[in-house]
T-cell receptor
Framework: AQKVTQAQTEISVVEKEDVTLDCVYETRDTTYYLFWYKQPPSGELVFLIRRNSFDEQNEISGRYSWNFQKSTSSFNFTITASQVVDSAVYFCALGDTGRRALTFGSGTRLQVQP | DADVTQTPRNRITKTGKRIMLECSQTKGHDRMYWYRQDPGLGLRLIYYSFDVKDINKGEISDGYSVSRQAQAKFSLSLESAIPNQTALYFC????????????FGAGTRLSVL
């Protein structure tokens, strides 16, 4: 069975602080995919990034960066110089190669205070 | 216009009522999914469909049924709604490929009284 754990239920930071959201996963698949989604207060789910299990390179996109470490089964997400607009619930998800459905973590609510 | 449209956006119903949530997409994707979101639990898979003739149960399908009327339409029904089905429901679509990115609708907030 697949499992995604986001141990941080809620994080509160002050604007311009850096913040890291943790994600740990479990799977028996040798090929799998990891995702991060953002859910702003308006409620929709916005895709942020996809990473496959063969690509352990870190990725940076503007203020966002992702650290994928297969050895620790982690796929952490860092926001640099956080902004109020980053306030949202962030979900880490694991995609299997069978159903192609996603197994979601329970989410981390990030509040960025001005 | 949104690529994945869910209707209604909000619904309040009573215990025992039958209710249908609808999802339509203009992305041309074969795969469609229904998830349920509860506070502190993330999203959980209810049903998924790889094409019009293929329907599969997810982890929490009890009390739900689905219909894939066309490639673009995937409906979720609660035959006899109960209060613990109060949740935020999401429809998603994806292409038929490995590592498929799923694109979500705006969600339907359902309250069963």
């Amino acid at each position: 069975a697949q499992k995604v754990t986001q141990a941080q239920t809620e994080i509160s930071v002050v604007e311009k602080e850096d913040v890291t959201l943790d994600c740990v996963y479990e799977t028996r698949d040798t090929t799998y995919y990891l995702f991060w989604y953002k859910q702003p207060p308006s409620g929709e789910l916005v895709f942020l990034i996809r990473r496959n299990s063969f690509d352990e390179q870190n990725e940076i996109s503007g203020r966002y960066s992702w650290n994928f470490q297969k050895s620790t089964s982690s796929f952490n997400f860092t926001i640099t110089a956080s902004q109020v607009v980053d306030s949202a619930v962030y979900f880490c998800a694991l995609g299997d190669t069978g159903r192609r459905a996603l197994t979601f973590g329970s989410g981390t609510r990030l509040q960025v205070q001005p | 216009d949104a690529d994945v449209t869910q209707t209604p956006r909000n619904r309040i119903t009573k215990t025992g009522k039958r209710i249908m949530l609808e999802c339509s997409q203009t992305k041309g994707h074969d795969r469609m999914y229904w998830y349920r979101q509860d506070p502190g639990l993330g999203l959980r898979l209810i049903y998924y469909s790889f094409d019009v003739k293929d329907i599969n149960k997810g982890e929490i399908s009890d009390g739900y049924s689905v219909s894939r009327q066309a490639q673009a339409k995937f409906s979720l029904s609660l035959e006899s709604a109960i209060p613990n089905q109060t949740a935020l429901y999401f429809c998603a679509t994806s292409e038929n490929e490995r590592g498929n990115i799923q694109y979500f609708g705006a969600g339907t907030r359902l309250s069963v009284l």
